[in-house]
């Protein structure tokens, strides 16, 4: 496994961005992660979820070659803004095949909030499945890539009729 899976998963990370009036995105609101323990062991599986109410808003990696080319995974979550209101629905989109090209968003506009990973040796990489939330009938707009692929996009502060971005 190398930067390709990066490359691939991180366009998964839908985040909730510029909910936050003029002050822009908080991230000097979170602690310091660098302390926080992986959450997971080299070519080992792994589920992360975050607290009901909560979009995962960080993702940070470590390579290691020696142990399978493989990788350990640390995330953040942070809660979204009050006018997203609770999670209408949650679930688990589907799995990616391990060794295979991907590109995936959360289906019905949602946002991702968990991950859940198992590891193959066959192929040194690693299978993916996404936990995603959805608000109300919000929809994703204004969004860009960000560094990693990752896409970020701001939510509407009403109902919306179409079915994903």
Same mark, same amino acid.
């Given at each position: 496994?190398?930067?390709?899976?990066?490359?691939?998963?991180?366009?998964?990370?839908?985040?909730?961005?510029?909910?936050?009036?003029?002050?822009?995105?908080?991230?000097?609101?979170?602690?310091?992660?660098?302390?926080?323990?992986?959450?997971?062991?080299?070519?080992?599986?792994?589920?992360?979820?975050?607290?009901?109410?909560?979009?995962?808003?960080?993702?940070?990696?470590?390579?290691?070659?020696?142990?399978?080319?493989?990788?350990?995974?640390?995330?953040?979550?942070?809660?979204?803004?009050?006018?997203?209101?609770?999670?209408?629905?949650?679930?688990?989109?589907?799995?990616?095949?391990?060794?295979?090209?991907?590109?995936?968003?959360?289906?019905?506009?949602?946002?991702?909030?968990?991950?859940?990973? *198992?590891?193959?040796? @066959?192929?040194? =990489? /690693?299978? &993916?499945? +996404?936990?995603? $939330? #959805?608000?109300?009938? *919000?929809?994703?707009? @204004?969004?860009? =890539? /960000?560094? &990693?692929? +990752?896409?970020? $996009? #701001?939510?509407?502060?009403?109902?919306?009729?179409?079915?994903?971005?």
């Amino acid at each position: 496994m190398d930067l390709t899976l990066l490359w691939v998963l991180l366009p998964l990370v839908t985040v909730a961005w510029g909910q936050y009036g003029d002050y822009g995105y908080p991230y000097q609101q979170y602690h310091d992660y660098s302390d926080d323990g992986w959450v997971n062991l080299n070519r080992q599986g792994f589920s992360y979820q975050c607290p009901h109410g909560q979009v995962v808003v960080a993702v940070r990696s470590i390579f290691n070659k020696k142990e399978g080319s493989d990788r350990q995974w640390n995330y953040a979550c942070m809660p979204t803004p009050q006018n997203l209101g609770e999670p209408t629905e949650c679930w688990w989109e589907e799995i990616n095949r391990a060794g295979m090209e991907w590109y995936q968003t959360c289906s019905n506009n949602g946002l991702v909030a968990g991950f859940q990973s *198992r590891y193959f040796e @066959s192929v040194l =990489d /690693r299978e &993916w499945q +996404f936990y995603c $939330c #959805r608000y109300s009938k *919000r929809c994703p707009y @204004s969004c860009w =890539d /960000r560094q &990693w692929k +990752f896409i970020m $996009c #701001r939510m509407t502060d009403y109902d919306c009729e179409f079915a994903n971005v």
